[in-house]
């Protein structure tokens, strides 16, 4: 054991932080009206090549490459390709997936990739779990699929996405906030994109006849489809059915 090391090193690491600021060049920020001035034209700089980047990545999407879940627009793996390729973003998955399993069984995958953009690049993971609502719930008050009724293809998939969709969003972090609105404004229907929604009473998270999904307007109590049922979450806050969504619009 060698205790006069650590007391050397003690001392340099106070040294370094009893030094005063003005040796690093420093100084107090001069808020004179130059400076206000140069601050205020870079973030309005910023500003405008953030809004031509989201305007860019919204427009080489289409209504397939997004899917509803609740209300909320999420890009699917075809639409964060299409993205990557956009921005030149190249992405290499590091090593194969890794599987997990909890104690009754239920898997979860885990991706790994690294996204490269110009000389930089960083390393994100996505994973999903066989016990997931989308995966394994049948409907209210039923017990959760087994793991071998649920397809482990699908929740590879969705773990290979999802961390495409980490890496990607990371670098571009306005694709996180994408409301239905936004779309609209960007030229997609919204109407034509898939749906889903795990609303109480929902009978499964990929049932598409408006009766089987228990999911009712909240209006006038009609069945509705998970498709309708998202899309108007997102859009009216509330679970509604065509006609009544028409109705609301008027108002
Ligand atoms: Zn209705």
Redesign the pocket.
């Known amino acids: 054991m060698n205790n006069n090391e650590v007391e050397i090193v003690d001392a340099d690491i106070v040294d370094l932080t009893a030094r005063p600021q003005q040796q690093n060049g420093g100084g107090l920020l001069d808020t004179n009206t130059d400076n206000i001035l140069y601050l205020a034209e870079k973030a309005d700089k910023y500003i405008a090549a953030m809004n031509r980047i989201m305007d860019a990545a919204l427009r080489i999407t289409n209504e397939l490459d997004w899917v509803l879940i609740g209300g909320k627009p999420y890009l699917q793996e075809s639409g964060t390709t299409k993205v990557a390729r956009l921005f030149g973003i190249s992405i290499q998955l590091i090593g194969k997936p890794t599987v997990e399993f909890d104690g009754e069984g239920y898997k979860t995958y885990t991706y790994k990739a690294r996204f490269m953009l110009k000389d930089q690049f960083i390393e994100c993971e996505g994973s999903r779990s066989m016990k997931e609502d989308f995966f394994a719930k049948q409907g209210k008050d039923k017990p959760l699929k087994k793991p071998d009724e649920i397809d482990e293809r699908d929740v590879k998939m969705a773990a290979y996405t999802n961390c495409l969709n980490n890496g990607i969003k990371r670098l571009i972090p306005n694709l996180r906030n994408i409301d239905i609105d936004t779309l609209q404004r960007a030229g997609l229907d919204p109407q034509k994109i898939a749906g889903y929604t795990f609303k109480d009473g929902n009978k499964g998270g990929a049932s598409k006849a408006a009766e089987a999904t228990g999911l009712v307007?909240?209006?006038?109590?009609?069945a509705?489809t998970q498709k309708v049922a998202s899309y108007s979450q997102g859009k009216f806050g509330a679970i509604?059915?065509?006609?009544?969504?028409k109705?609301g619009a008027q108002q």
């Not at 307007?217 to 009609?222: A, E």
């Open positions: 307007c909240s209006r006038c109590g009609k509705v509604l059915c065509m006609d009544c969504q109705e």
